[in-house]
């Protein structure tokens, strides 16, 4: 009972790999200021012989613990004993196999898949991962918790502090974008919010700060017990492939929290013998944000077994620094120039044969109306993903028989007002929401028809339109 004394915190660094014990949550290495893991001694854990023994945990879903999506999977992400569990029932989410977004990203029917992550309560992924912090903060007796965000991690920390009633949520956001939606909920849920003047990064920066000089405790994804939450995204993707692999596993990046828990349950399942190979995983940046494109792609920075070339990174954030450089994009959710999970993405990038690739607002536009047109929609950000697998089918890296699974990370009403400037005939309207991100037109709109209040003009204007 309590926390596991076979589970630890490591430092990610190959020079460094200080371990510590879990009373507390280190945002950074005490010793090298490189980021930590939660670390497990597997050998000495109950591990299942083969992926498919958790299929049976379905039928044990009135216990709460396992009818979480996240805690069905509690011995890939030991670090807690069972009576510890922090659920809200998150984690009921669905694989969907989307023929017609297979057509527009190119590959055959049968082979596209969107995992749907805004089914989670709050509406993003951010769920798979608050309710594992939750979990480890109440363990260590934490009362105040708090976050910066660009919107779902605040949505999901203030939903877990109304729900749960463990904690006060205080959350920090910027000046800049933040989507109705998501603040929306912040503020219905009742949690103390912040507003600085600043963006997003700089939100990030005074909430690291603050909770260190008022000991509150820091669900922002570089906390590491969020990421093992969210390796069950993969976990529930192989399980409705029927524990299958898919080729491909394509993610929106941002803090790149998400990526980096991707690549670490694939190591793990690979190491613990579950897995035979590891997916590719294709991460996809917005144009507007796009340091880990330029940073991989353009500039060789590499995991380097733990070792990135810090030379590459310090000039690039240094330039950035110069030129007063601001993250733009629609896709406010991954509109973010520091990742601050950077270390842990170019490790999993390192596992899984890792691709990067950005996309224009425009592109992720496109693509999130053809999302919605054949399934249940999605945010800005989450398109990205089936905007990038487009492109890297495009280039020829994805091929078309590939089996491709793209996240979608937030709910598609996240974020109503870009989605009906993109539909709208008011050309003002959709210059005033989206002509700033060099989106152009709207290729899959669906105009409302406008008609005279009279019955025989509506009756006509249907017959005309269906
Ligand atoms: C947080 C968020 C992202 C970015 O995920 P990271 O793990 O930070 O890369 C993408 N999409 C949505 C909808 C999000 O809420
Ligand atoms: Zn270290």
Redesign the pocket.
Known sequence: MGLSTFAFQKCISGACGATYGLEQAYVACPKCGDLVDIDYEWDRLPIPDKLSDFSKFWTQRNNRTRFSGVWRFHELMPFASQDLLVTVGEGQTLLQQADSVADYVGIDQGNLFLQY??MNPSG???DNGMCAAFTHANAIGAKRAACAS????SASLAMYCAVTRLMKGIIFIGSGKISYGKLSQALDYGALTIQILGDFDDAMNRVKEVSKKLGIYLVN?VNAFRLEG?KSIIFRILEALNWELPDWIV???????????FGKAFIELKKLGLIDRIPRIA?INAGGARTLYELYEENGLRWNQGQPDQLIEKSYFDQMDQDNAKASTL?S??E?NR?V?LHK?LRALDAANGIVRQVSDQNALDAKAKIAAGGMG??P??ATSVAGAKLLKAQGVIGSSDRVVCVL??HQL?DPNITVAYHSTDRQEFEKVLGGYGVQRASFANHAIGVPNDLDDIIKAIKLYS
């Open positions: 992550e805004g993003s992924f951010k660009t919107g779902n991690t994804s969210q993610v929106p990046g941002g803090n790149l929290g998400n990526s980096s828990a991460v896709a959710a991954i973010i990742p999970n993405c999605c945010e950000a989450s990370t937030g996240k």
